[in-house]
């Protein structure tokens, strides 16, 4: 039996959520996540994956994962630093410094194990972090767990970011500082003016994270936000993820060598977590050889962005100020979202809703992530539904 505090917690926080439309249901694939799914026996128009190149379901990686779990196992067998490394994590690795432009890189299980770990590898209680206000939860329990003081500066203000550096700096309370941003803001879709934040961490000597989980395969020709801004070697944390454009599931850093050698030995994930699988490793390996080879797939995933960002400003919506293809729907009330989002999926497309505690109350959204995989039919077909829906509830 369990206990009756646990119960009455669990009952009484649960019905509190779904009476305020706050309780996330989750629909389980009965396809791989593509651009049209199934759920339930229905085919659906997919806009909500992060597989933004069409590449967690392409037939070259899947071989490739095919091929490397014939030859080593479907597990990894230890941590990394046990005898979890196979030479194919190590050439994994060796891709990403190619692709992301620095000496090195190291892999972790996950994007936010990798935040968890990295920044509390080198940052400690005598230490503090200027944090973007926006910045994804993974950087923020990073941020917790490495004890260091946490800074928030509201999002992409460069006044207060400059005021609070300056603060901390003349404080004379920190060891070390580090500024920390997401390249892309995953629920709005907009660019971290990293140019700036570079100019304010050479004048207070910050150090410099960038999470660009959203950034990369989409910006700088695919090598992500860094690049796109030419700051490759001004940026001393570049962190991805490996679970969106390029398809499978992982993260990284990619650093200096000196970085890299010390998250080694230092990041928990690294040192205490089962090293990824082979297959995954060998078909992230495809996926970056496919990015640096061609940009063909970046060109379609921007195309298909803009002509459904297009459409849906055209019928009348609110889609904010993505910068990105990232297409937010801002509905704004929580249940009026959630009940937008049902339309839709009624009526045969999947574009979930994104709700508080996600995104600040009042600011309920559609997220909707067209991808290089989607045809323009099913691009049209969801922006009539969109037109219908949205006249339906009055929304446009
Ligand atoms: N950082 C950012 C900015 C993200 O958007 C995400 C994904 N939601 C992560 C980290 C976590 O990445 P992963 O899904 O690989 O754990």
Not at 98 to 105: D, P, R, S, V, W
Not at 174 to 186: C, E, Q, R
Not at 284 to 295: E, F, K
Not at 297 to 302: I, K, P, S, V
Request: net charge negative.
């Amino acid at each position: 039996m369990s206990s009756k505090t646990l119960s009455k917690f669990l009952h009484d926080n649960l019905e509190d959520l779904k009476s305020h439309g706050l309780y996330n249901v989750i629909d389980p694939l009965e396809s791989g996540n593509g651009p049209l799914i199934r759920i339930g026996g229905r085919e659906l128009v997919n806009l909500s994956s992060n597989n933004y190149l069409g590449l967690a379901t392409d037939e070259r990686l899947v071989s490739a994962c095919i091929a490397a779990t014939k030859a080593a196992g479907v597990g990894a067998g230890a941590v990394r630093t046990i005898n979890g490394t196979l030479s194919v994590h190590v050439d994994l690795e060796q891709k990403l410094a190619e692709f992301k432009h620095t000496e090195a890189a190291i892999v972790f299980q996950s994007g936010f194990n990798c935040n968890m770990g990295a920044i509390s590898a080198v940052m400690d209680a005598n230490d503090a972090i200027l944090s973007d206000e926006l910045n994804h939860a993974s950087i923020i329990d990073g941020c917790r767990l490495s004890r260091a003081k946490i800074i928030r500066y509201k999002h992409s203000d460069m006044d207060d970011l400059r005021l609070q550096a300056r603060t901390a700096k003349e404080s004379g309370l920190y060891n070390k500082l580090m500024v920390i941003t997401d390249g892309v803001f995953s629920m709005d879709g907009d660019i971290a003016k990293l140019p700036e934040i570079i100019r304010i961490a050479e004048e207070y000597d910050l150090i410099t994270y960038v999470d660009d989980a959203h950034g990369s395969g989409v910006l700088g020709n695919g090598a992500g936000t860094v690049k796109h801004f030419g700051l490759s070697d001004k940026v001393d944390f570049q962190i991805g993820t490996l679970s969106k454009a390029i398809g499978v599931v992982g993260g990284y850093v990619a650093g200096k060598q000196a970085l890299i050698d010390w998250l080694k030995v230092r990041a928990r994930p690294f040192l205490f977590s089962t090293s990824m699988t082979p297959g995954s490793a060998a078909a992230c390996i495809t996926a970056l050889d496919i990015l640096m080879n061609s940009t063909e797939l970046q060109e379609r995933l921007w195309d298909n962005a803009h002509y459904f960002k297009q459409g849906l400003a055209a019928l009348g919506f609110d889609i904010g100020h993505s910068e990105t293809p990232i297409t937010p729907c801002i509905i704004g009330e929580e249940v009026a979202t959630q009940t937008f989002s049902k339309r839709l999926y009624e009526e045969g497309i999947y574009a979930k809703s994104i709700v508080f505690p996600t995104v600040p109350k009042g600011t309920g959204r559609v997220r909707n992530m067209p991808t290089a995989a989607h045809t323009r039919e099913m691009l049209d077909k969801a922006l009539s539904v969109y037109e219908k829906v949205g006249k339906e509830l009055a929304i446009i």
